[in-house]
């Protein structure tokens, strides 16, 4: 929801991490919406998508939990 400064995302495993919202992320003109933190690169990495050829960054599914609060699966 636009205006949140952070979301807590769950991994399959029941970690649980808090990734910080940029300003672009809710910009309407925003065509690569990320979520950056070291630990959902150590997932990714850990699922074997990553690091991904060139332009082709792995795609996540994301099903919330409650306010600010989701879920994380790979969509491969």
Do not use: H, Y
Not at 8 to 19: K, L, S
Not at 22 to 41: H, Q
Not at 59 to 68: D, E, I, N, T
Request: aromatic share 10%.
């Amino acid at each position: 929801m636009p205006g949140w400064d952070n979301v807590e995302i769950e991994f399959p495993d029941g970690q649980r991490v808090q990734v910080d919202l940029t300003r672009s992320f809710w910009k309407p003109e925003t065509t690569c919406v990320e979520l950056r933190d070291a630990a959902i690169g150590r997932w990714l990495m850990a699922q074997g998508a990553a690091p991904w050829p060139k332009d082709s960054p792995p795609l996540l599914v994301l099903a919330p939990l409650g306010p600010k609060r989701f879920s994380v699966t790979s969509s491969g």
